[in-house]
């Protein structure tokens, strides 16, 4: 079997972690600069926006890196996953979904365009 047809479960996983880790330090920074500067919630919310597309940006060009064959599938592959993942945490913390439609997918689309993208150009 082609090793670049399959990927290796941990690979993902540490891939995916280390979007998750971008996110955080990039969420701490922006926080630190929405307390500084007294930005408004539509602009905190296009930081948040813009965080997630480059977080799973980065995440699908490692994939993209690590497969080289169908990387455009598996970088939505990650970008759904990543959503999938943020869905779950965000269940988990309050309990139920807040929001509507809308919410998720003005959240799921960063991620699947950022991922694919990032994938493509890997």
């Known amino acids: ?3 670049n047809t399959t990927i290796n479960p941990m690979r993902f996983v540490k891939t995916l972690l280390a979007s998750y880790i971008i ?8 926080a630190f600069v929405l307390y500084k500067m007294k930005l408004s919630s539509s602009q ?3 930081g ?11 995440g699908g060009f490692i994939t993209g890196k690590q497969m080289r064959n169908r990387r455009l599938l598996w970088g939505l592959l990650f ?3 990543y959503f999938v993942v943020l869905l779950l945490l965000s269940l988990a913390v309050s309990g139920g979904l807040e929001g509507d439609l809308k919410n ?4 799921l689309a960063p991620c699947l365009i950022g991922s694919a993208v990032g994938a493509v150009i890997s």
Not at 48 to 58: D, F, K, M, N, P
Request: net charge neutral; hydrophobic share 70%; aromatic share 6%.
């Open 104 to 107: 998720m997918v003005s959240v």
């Open 23 to 30: 996110t955080v330090l990039l969420m701490f920074l922006l």
């Open 1 to 3: 079997m082609n090793p």
């Open 48 to 58: 948040v926006t813009a965080i997630y597309l480059l977080s799973c940006a980065v």
């Open 44 to 46: 905190a919310s296009l």
């Open 79 to 81: 970008g759904a996953l």
